[in-house]
């Protein structure tokens, strides 16, 4: 119901304006509709933020393409090979960045704004020894771990002395690894979010806070990672699981078997 208020001047025609109860609908309508479009707005943001993070694991797998061709099919190892790839140098200043070539970046980059193709949009932390909600870009100067079992030290060490028989076995065939060893390119991973790996790994971290803050896409213990062929998937990585059938951490076929039977112990 509109009131109707006299004018400006005397004899003026008379100024509708709104009531107080129309006024308060038109308040609980607009909350209505603020309430049933956030949440969906929110889901398109995580969606939009998850697709670039994609697409950045998709160049940073071409750039391991383009590598591999220059280097006749041997994998980068090193140390800190699995972090110190690619990127900028970070706050640990690790070095030597091999990869950024790749990407037409410069091997000893020292700006952050140049790497962004190594940051995930969601990155938010949780990595274990550094401030809890630091980016794992800003300290480690990418957000992506590659698999430890391609690109990483040339020896595995030992996980659980349940795991010991399988990592010993793996670790003879990292020296020197070259990718015609490598089977099933389209179940291997290749790289994925930061937390991916101590996800992963068989002797989880003590502090489960450092798990729940690398989830960054907002489902429980699902990262985003690229695999050997080249195409990407927000995948569950499970604990201790060398091979499932969505995908394997172990690049070297004939270790499935062992794997599968250390992996009933998960169950």
């Not at 509709?33 to 670039?52: E, F, H």
């Not at 499932?244 to 992996?263: C, H, K, M, N, S």
């Amino acid at each position: 119901m509109l009131l109707r208020t006299s004018g400006g001047s005397v004899g003026g025609p008379p100024r509708e304006a709104f009531t107080l109860i129309e006024l308060l609908v038109v308040i609980a309508v607009i909350s209505m509709l603020m309430a049933v479009l956030l949440p969906a707005l929110r889901k398109a943001r995580v969606l939009a933020k998850n697709m670039r993070c994609r697409s950045n694991l998709r160049q940073i797998y071409l750039g391991w393409h383009m590598y591999l061709d220059d280097h006749d099919g041997y994998f980068y190892q090193g140390v800190n090979a699995n972090l110190d790839y690619g990127g900028w140098k970070g706050m640990v200043e690790w070095t030597p960045r091999p990869l950024n070539p790749y990407l037409r970046l410069e091997a000893d980059l020292q700006d952050k704004s140049g790497a962004k193709v190594f940051c995930c949009p969601s990155d938010r932390g949780g990595v274990p020894g550094f401030a809890i909600r630091e980016k794992a870009f800003d300290y480690l100067g990418t957000s992506y771990q590659t698999n430890i079992f391609l690109i990483g030290q040339d020896s595995c060490g030992q996980f659980s002395t349940e795991t010991e028989d399988l990592d010993l076995q793996i670790s003879g065939c990292l020296k020197g690894l070259n990718i015609s060893r490598v089977a099933n390119h389209c179940r291997v991973l290749l790289i994925g979010d930061y937390g991916w790996v101590n996800q992963w790994k068989p002797k989880p971290h003590p502090r489960q806070q450092w798990k729940e803050l690398a989830e960054w896409h907002g489902r429980a213990d699902c990262h985003n990672l690229a695999f050997l062929d080249g195409h990407t998937e927000l995948i569950e990585v499970r604990k201790g699981y060398y091979v499932t059938d969505e995908y394997a951490v172990v690049p070297f076929a004939e270790l499935f078997g062992l794997a599968r039977r250390i992996q009933q112990g998960y169950q």
